[in-house]
């Protein structure tokens, strides 16, 4: 009988097992839970208020308009002084992003009359923006492109992805219940949509056609991605379409929408997928001329690489490269993935018989003087620097050149109840900068009130500063 109830008991074992099983489950529903409640945005989603909200941010009239007709010409100013403190700040203060945002909301929720007005006010948007620039540009004295401008001529897959999560952070932060101030304007700042369009306005300003529609497709990229960032997530949150009565101009209204939805969604895949190639392509070059391209007595002075073309063209300065090391360089693309099928073209500075530089393309040498120009002047004006440093310095030393005697003299004839006259320059800092101080120390006769020692020494901190032409200097009591 014994036997029997053992073999009809579960083994220690197999209950060790089986509770270690639940606790693992257990643990893993918690973290399951955890997790959820952690990035769960719907339950804090307040639908109607985040539409009625967007749908109030499309307009551009009144406050709007004004708002950033003048936040224009600040990042105007910024952009063309190359203040990047500037263009952030008229980047907080700009109303941009309202019809986008609109734009993605409305597909999502087939609402055709939001989606007409924000296009429309987009448009209306762009053309104040570019007309406000433009009119900057043509009246600014300055028309030497800043970096800050250059920076904004073409895109990069970076700005594809701020783009993106920019646009995304927007419409979660505009979804949740009392909006979060602070990401909106991070995300204005971040989106960087009024920098192209500034840019835009300098190009036809300039008459830079290539500068004008780089900024413009710049920000159509930016504007793209937010709109289709605002609507996937709004897809996501389970926005209520936008009800119709007649049932067939809701299927109508639906089938537009999803084909808006397509169309945006198609070219902008596209458009990240090549611009992510071209950024790898770029980078792998780079790395490919930091490691293959090396050559003593040789030094790279210039290179650009061609996506379109898959071209690496190397302008090289220096000793000859033979022709078999140059094989090597080329056979070595293929050790890259990303430049398998690349072209490289090899430019050098001199010919065999070691005379002047005669391949260089202008472009190169101009390319060339410019940064010797740019690097000379840097050193004139360090220079410069250095010469009024030192002649504030020598002035100050000269301004303490006077006769010590004389000036003694004159102050016991005029103040009789000093005994006693020291003169010392003092070498002061607030920690910022460091400055030179004539200082005078005045003992007085012991019979003489505190009240009068005050009163006299402001009198003869005035006299000398007369006397001696100085406009600052220090006078203190010593008793």
């Given at each position: 009988?014994?036997?029997?109830?053992?073999?009809?008991?579960?083994?220690?074992?197999?209950?060790?097992f089986?509770?270690?099983?639940?606790?693992?489950?257990?643990?893993?529903?918690?973290i399951?839970v955890?997790?959820?409640?952690?990035?769960?945005?719907?339950?804090?989603?307040?639908?109607?208020?985040?539409?009625?909200?967007?749908k109030?941010?499309?307009?551009?009239?009144?406050?709007n308009?004004?708002?950033?007709?003048?936040?224009?010409f600040?990042?105007?100013?910024?952009?063309?002084v190359?203040?990047?403190?500037?263009?952030?700040?008229?980047?907080?203060?700009?109303?941009?992003?309202?019809?986008?945002?609109?734009?993605?909301?409305?597909?999502a929720?087939?609402?055709?009359?939001?989606l007409?007005?924000?296009?429309i006010?987009?448009?209306?948007?762009?053309?104040l923006?570019?007309?406000t620039?433009?009119?900057?540009?043509?009246?600014?004295?300055?028309?030497?492109?800043?970096p800050?401008?250059?920076?904004?001529?073409?895109?990069?897959?970076?700005?594809?992805?701020v783009?993106?999560?920019?646009?995304?952070?927007?419409?979660?932060a505009?979804?949740?219940?009392?909006?979060?101030?602070?990401?909106?304007?991070?995300?204005?700042?971040?989106t960087?949509?009024?920098?192209?369009?500034?840019?835009?306005?300098?190009?036809?300003?300039?008459?830079?056609?290539?500068?004008?529609?780089?900024?413009?497709y710049?920000?159509?990229i930016?504007?793209?991605?937010?709109?289709?960032?605002?609507f996937?997530?709004?897809?996501?949150l389970?926005?209520?379409?936008?009800?119709?009565?007649?049932?067939q101009?809701?299927?109508?209204?639906?089938?537009?929408?999803?084909?808006?939805?397509?169309?945006?969604?198609?070219?902008?895949?596209?458009?990240?997928?090549?611009?992510?190639?071209?950024q790898?392509?770029?980078?792998?070059a780079?790395?490919?001329?930091?490691?293959?391209i090396k050559?003593?007595?040789?030094?790279?002075?210039?290179?650009?690489e061609d996506?379109?073309?898959?071209e690496?063209?190397?302008?090289?300065?220096?000793?000859?490269?033979?022709?078999?090391?140059?094989?090597?360089?080329?056979?070595?693309?293929?050790?890259?993935?990303?430049?398998k099928?690349?072209?490289?073209?090899?430019?050098?500075?001199?010919?065999?018989?070691?005379?002047?530089?005669?391949?260089?393309?202008?472009?190169?040498?101009?390319?060339?003087?410019?940064?010797?120009?740019l690097?000379?002047?840097?050193?004139?004006e360090?220079?410069?620097?250095?010469?009024?440093?030192?002649?504030?310095?020598?002035?100050k030393?000269?301004?303490?050149?006077f006769?010590?005697?004389e000036i003694?003299?004159?102050?016991?004839?005029?103040?009789?109840?000093?005994?006693?006259?020291?003169?010392?320059?003092?070498?002061?800092?607030?920690?910022?900068?460091?400055?030179?101080i004539?200082?005078?120390?005045?003992?007085?006769d012991?019979?003489?009130?505190?009240?009068?020692?005050?009163?006299?020494?402001?009198k003869?901190?005035?006299?000398?500063?007369?006397?001696?032409?100085?406009?600052?200097?220090l006078?203190?009591?010593?008793?």
């Amino acid at each position: 009988m014994e036997n029997n109830d053992n073999l009809g008991s579960n083994p220690p074992e197999k209950e060790n097992f089986d509770m270690d099983l639940t606790k693992a489950r257990g643990l893993w529903e918690n973290i399951r839970v955890f997790i959820s409640e952690l990035l769960d945005i719907r339950a804090d989603t307040d639908r109607e208020s985040t539409v009625e909200a967007i749908k109030k941010d499309i307009s551009f009239k009144g406050h709007n308009a004004w708002i950033l007709i003048f936040s224009i010409f600040v990042a105007s100013i910024g952009l063309n002084v190359g203040s990047a403190a500037v263009v952030i700040g008229a980047m907080l203060i700009s109303p941009l992003m309202g019809p986008i945002v609109g734009i993605g909301l409305s597909v999502a929720i087939n609402d055709v009359r939001m989606l007409k007005r924000s296009f429309i006010n987009l448009g209306v948007m762009v053309f104040l923006s570019v007309l406000t620039a433009t009119f900057y540009f043509f009246i600014s004295p300055i028309k030497i492109p800043s970096p800050e401008i250059i920076a904004r001529t073409y895109p990069t897959i970076l700005d594809v992805l701020v783009a993106i999560f920019g646009g995304l952070a927007l419409i979660v932060a505009k979804t949740k219940k009392g909006t979060i101030a602070s990401v909106i304007f991070g995300v204005a700042i971040a989106t960087a949509l009024m920098p192209p369009l500034c840019t835009v306005g300098y190009g036809l300003a300039t008459g830079n056609m290539p500068f004008a529609s780089g900024a413009l497709y710049l920000f159509s990229i930016n504007a793209v991605f937010i709109a289709l960032s605002t609507f996937l997530v709004s897809k996501l949150l389970g926005f209520p379409l936008v009800k119709y009565a007649n049932q067939q101009r809701r299927r109508r209204i639906a089938q537009i929408a999803t084909a808006i939805a397509i169309v945006i969604m198609i070219p902008s895949v596209i458009l990240f997928v090549n611009l992510l190639r071209k950024q790898v392509f770029i980078s792998t070059a780079e790395e490919y001329l930091a490691k293959v391209i090396k050559y003593q007595g040789t030094e790279t002075i210039k290179y650009e690489e061609d996506f379109k073309k898959r071209e690496i063209e190397v302008y090289l300065i220096g000793n000859v490269v033979p022709d078999i090391t140059i094989q090597t360089w080329r056979e070595a693309l293929s050790d890259f993935e990303a430049l398998k099928g690349s072209k490289l073209i090899i430019h050098q500075g001199t010919n065999e018989s070691g005379g002047d530089i005669n391949l260089l393309s202008s472009q190169v040498k101009s390319g060339i003087l410019e940064d010797l120009y740019l690097k000379n002047q840097e050193v004139i004006e360090n220079k410069d620097a250095q010469i009024s440093f030192l002649e504030k310095e020598l002035l100050k030393y000269k301004q303490g050149d006077f006769s010590f005697e004389e000036i003694s003299r004159e102050l016991k004839i005029n103040y009789q109840d000093v005994e006693n006259l020291t003169y010392a320059n003092t070498i002061s800092t607030n920690f910022k900068k460091i400055d030179t101080i004539p200082t005078f120390n005045v003992t007085w006769d012991s019979r003489i009130r505190k009240a009068d020692k005050i009163t006299e020494v402001r009198k003869i901190e005035k006299w000398l500063a007369l006397r001696l032409k100085l406009d600052t200097l220090l006078v203190r009591s010593l008793n």
